[in-house]
């Protein structure tokens, strides 16, 4: 698990904007091929960030966007590579559920990379339908009650 050097925040900075930028055009577009228009497709402006630091660097970020006032998406999930394998993306995903909890929305939905849909199953989303391709990635709609 990850050390005590390791802070979750919301995203108040244009500073910290800028990281998490960063961050999702290393994974999105420099690992995954995703076409910038794809990964930066206007709604950031009216979702909220999440933002995770090791030891001082920004090394993982998430997005929040309410859809309605029963329903939340989290989004753009995204952990530096040299940065995986600590429970991160878990990490962040945890304190997004506890933000939306917080303001009692009851259903969060995500897309879910095809590869990692049993870490998110662990944390009580259930698969909705079938397999989809998005930005050339295989995904699957999956919903959590909270």
Do not use: C, D, T
């Given at each position: 698990m990850v050390s005590k050097n390791?802070?979750?925040k919301t995203v108040e900075s244009p500073e910290e904007?800028?990281?998490i930028k960063a961050i999702r055009i290393a994974v999105f577009q420099e690992e995954q091929g995703v076409e910038p228009a794809l990964e930066f497709d206007g709604k950031d402006e009216?979702?909220?960030?999440?933002?995770?630091?090791?030891n001082q660097e920004a090394v993982g970020t998430a997005r929040i966007?309410?859809?309605d006032n029963q329903t939340a998406k989290v989004e753009r999930l995204a952990v530096?590579?040299?940065a995986r394998g600590n429970g991160i993306g878990q990490q962040l995903m945890e304190k997004a559920l506890k933000?939306?909890?917080?303001?009692?929305?009851?259903?969060?939905?995500?897309?879910?990379q095809e590869y990692v849909k049993a870490l998110y199953e662990k944390m009580?989303?259930?698969?909705?339908?079938e397999i989809f391709i998005e930005a050339d990635i295989s995904h699957v709609k999956m919903k959590n009650k909270l």
């Open positions: 390791f802070i979750i904007f800028a990281a009216i979702s909220q960030h999440l933002i995770a630091y090791l966007r309410y859809l530096l590579s040299r933000i939306i909890a917080s303001k009692n929305i009851p259903e969060v939905v995500i897309h879910a009580g989303f259930v698969q909705e339908g």
